[in-house]
């Protein structure tokens, strides 16, 4: 090949000063003999490719010398990453922008640059394999062809929405004209990834191939289109599909396009509350795309991107998006050289869901498990639900049955501790019951030695009194899964004094091979997740009493940005583990975290949640239909009348929205200033991924930023007024109210 890249040479004349050597190129250009131009896309000393403001010059070069060289027929674009394509913006590049104006400058450098390759007299090829995400996926698009690896690694994606922005190089557009508007609303409104074969189906990718004959199959494209140019896309005699013919009926008219952009538009305010803008603009563009064409909705996306970077939300997002990558590189300690140990066995004790969640998720990153319950009944149930769960996978296509077979095949039971000897680390996930696991860690100790790593996934007792049965407590940890495990994506790791850093870097590693996103936090009743849920909770069964409804409250705290509100919470968690955690909370944080009768009535009622289909909510055949319904035989247990549905509520929404949150917040901060936390970001973390807190606000820590340390206080003493000590502002928040300080930046 003929090497064209603009790296510098030395002169070889008489000059012997040092010749300056310009930065090393993103982009190489070498010309095979048969004419086509080879670009690779290769960030220097980065794992990743990532599209920069500064590479722009690079690619305008690059595509020039495409279309001046006679000697070049095509042009094949690939990464020089082994796994990866180009996986989306440089987030820093984002994060620079200082005004809409730059915003918009940026996006139309973009879009200028796009247009010259999409536009280039001569076919480029994408070759992808690897993540081709947001703006590698646009880049793919404004190529002539698409070629994709079969791996599973291999895939499309605009997540832009999940940072609260929308793609900017327009790829949205493209999608659309290729796919259909449906396709390119569904894909810019979720942030999905669209795999390999569902590209192909989709007409977005020309062929799919085996890795090794990427390259090659993409230079035989690329000849091909300079032969005989871009081919039809339908052979002679097509007819098309019903589901083709449903697309045109619905996009192929203005009345079926008002129609679909008007459902989306509803579907999306409904499921966002109006909190994330950045869908709504994602439609507005493609509204204008189907009703006056490309050009004019490339202004709209430039305009709408500058809008969109400059919001709290697109910079709430964007701080969770450096968090969450931050957290993959952090080992759990401070100590660098710390070397994890090597687990690929683990032994699980309890086979109910949790622990059959924890199995799942294990085998599914290539750990062997040996799941263990007290009798055969009680172990099937538990390998029916791993079986059961793989199944769905299958059935998604995530999964083929020979892999099913595999990962099935790393999981065994048993009644004892036979066959667990060679684990290195060992999960209890039985009840709520400090002489059970105190138990559990002895006849573990006994049958796998005294080196094993004991961790347990207690949601509220501390680890320093399960470890007080251990004979090497420094091996004794916590990891505190949640609920259902192979969905929720945190792992709070808790450590002890004595808890050892490599015992800590080492289950922090089997968490990241888990999936899951893992923090690590210090001893002390509730922990992190668990002590800043209760007084959330607590504030929620207090509302209930003086008079507003189950409804009610929920529905505020969902408008409010929750996933779920706290009453359903209530009963996903548990009545009965509420009732079980309150007292120990009570005991050792006092009155803050005094809660209402309510939960003790429930439960000598029986009720104990979704799980026995009996509390706050009706479930299964007792809901008398598809959806659970307010059980108003709580309000007379209670002691409360039924609330009249068509009244109004004696507690105003936004008071109610306020209360419960600022309950959780103020105990987060009690929580810093206690030490449990390890920094600000940890702390923001748990609470959106473990327990579902707005993302759009960033999390308790980055929402006191925003709103000011001094505002904050000022909300909580309104109600220590009005109720007492439960409503205490932590003293590090008062601390910083006074001093006018941050958790994050000046």
């Not at 009926?249 to 538009?265: D, H, I, Y």
């Not at 909370?585 to 439960?603: D, H, I, Y």
């Not at 009249?644 to 103020?666: F, V």
């Amino acid at each position: 090949m003929t090497n064209t890249s603009n790296e510098s040479t030395k002169d070889g004349g008489g000059d012997k000063r040092p010749s300056r050597r310009e930065p090393p190129s993103t982009l190489r250009l070498e010309v095979d003999p048969q004419g086509v131009a080879v670009i690779t896309y290769d960030v220097p000393g980065e794992r990743v490719n990532t599209v920069r403001a500064d590479f722009v010059d690079q690619f305008l070069k690059v595509i020039d010398e495409i279309e001046q060289n006679p000697d070049i027929r095509a042009a094949v674009l690939r990464s020089g990453k082994p796994d990866s394509f180009i996986v989306g913006a440089d987030i820093d590049m984002l994060k620079g922008l200082e005004s809409v104006d730059d915003g918009i400058a940026m996006c139309r450098r973009g879009h200028e640059t796009v247009a010259r390759l999409a536009g280039s007299s001569k076919p480029v090829v994408a070759a992808v394999h690897g993540n081709a995400l947001g703006g590698g996926f646009e880049v793919a698009l404004a190529c002539h062809a698409r070629v994709l690896s079969d791996s599973p690694k291999t895939m499309f994606g605009l997540p832009e929405v999940k940072l609260g922005l929308l793609p900017g190089l327009n790829g949205l557009q493209r999608l659309a004209m290729i796919a259909g508007l449906q396709v390119a609303l569904d894909h810019g409104l979720t942030g999905k990834n669209m795999r390999a074969k569902k590209a192909r189906k989709l007409g977005v990718a020309n062929d799919v191939v085996p890795e090794p004959i990427l390259y090659q199959v993409a230079v035989e494209l690329a000849l091909s289109l300079a032969d005989s140019g871009p081919q039809p896309r339908r052979r002679k005699g097509w007819l098309p599909s019903v589901a083709e013919l449903s697309r045109f009926a619905l996009e192929g008219n203005p009345l079926g396009r008002s129609v679909l952009f008007k459902k989306t538009r509803e579907m999306v305010l409904k499921s966002t509350g109006g909190h994330y803008p950045a869908p709504c603009r994602i439609i507005e563009v493609l509204e204008r795309l189907a009703a006056e064409g490309f050009e004019a909705s490339k202004d709209v996306e430039a305009r709408v991107f500058g809008e969109l970077v400059m919001t709290d939300v697109s910079a709430s997002l964007m701080g969770l998006f450096f968090a969450t990558t931050a957290l993959k590189k952090d080992t759990g300690v401070d100590d660098t050289k710390v070397t994890p140990r090597a687990v690929e066995k683990i032994g699980v004790l309890g086979a109910g869901l949790m622990g059959a969640g924890i199995g799942a998720v294990s085998i599914d990153a290539g750990v062997h498990v040996r799941l263990k319950d007290v009798d055969v009944a009680s172990v099937g149930r538990g390998m029916k639900h791993i079986g059961d769960l793989l199944d769905k996978k299958v059935r998604r296509k995530h999964l083929t049955k020979t892999e099913r077979a595999a990962q099935l095949a790393r999981v065994s039971a048993t009644t004892d501790y036979s066959g667990m000897g060679n684990a290195p680390v060992v999960i209890e996930a039985v009840f709520e019951d400090l002489e059970l696991k105190h138990q559990m860690l002895r006849d573990v100790e006994a049958a796998c030695g005294q080196d094993v790593i004991f961790a347990s996934n207690t949601s509220s007792i501390p680890i320093t009194r399960i470890a007080e049965a251990s004979k090497a407590p420094q091996n004794v940890v916590g990891m505190h899964y949640f609920s259902p495990v192979e969905k929720m994506p945190l792992l709070e790791v808790i450590r002890t004094e004595q808890t050892s850093d490599e015992v800590v870097a080492t289950v922090v590693a089997l968490g990241k091979r888990q999936g899951k996103t893992v923090i690590v936090v210090h001893d002390g009743v509730g922990f992190y997740t668990s002590r800043i849920l209760g007084p959330y909770m607590n504030e929620a069964s207090y509302i209930l009493t003086e008079g507003a409804s189950v409804e009610c409250i929920d529905r505020a705290l969902r408008a409010w940005g929750w996933p779920v509100g706290p009453i359903t919470l209530l009963d996903e968690v548990g009545i009965d583990v509420a009732a079980h955690v309150g007292p120990i909370m009570l005991e050792a944080f006092g009155e803050r975290m005094a809660p209402p009768p309510t939960v003790t009535r429930l439960v000598e009622d029986g009720r104990k949640g979704r799980k026995n289909e009996r509390g706050f909510y009706r479930y299964g055949q007792a809901a008398k239909g598809k959806h659970k319904q307010v059980d108003e035989s709580v309000y007379e247990i209670l002691g409360l009348p039924v609330p009249d549905p068509k009244a109004e509520s004696p507690i105003p929404i936004g008071e109610i929205q306020q209360r419960c949150s600022l309950q959780l917040i103020n105990e987060a901060m009690h929580c810093w200033g206690d030490g449990v936390l390890r920094c600000p970001r940890d702390g923001d973390i748990g609470a959106i991924f473990g327990l579902g807190f707005p993302p759009f606000l960033g999390g308790p820590f980055r929402h006191v930023d925003n709103i000011g340390a001094d505002r904050i206080v000022a909300q909580i003493e309104v109600y220590h007024d009005r109720f007492g000590d439960r409503w205490t502002p932590a003293p590090v928040l008062l601390e910083m109210a006074q001093k006018g300080q941050r958790f994050y930046g000046a």
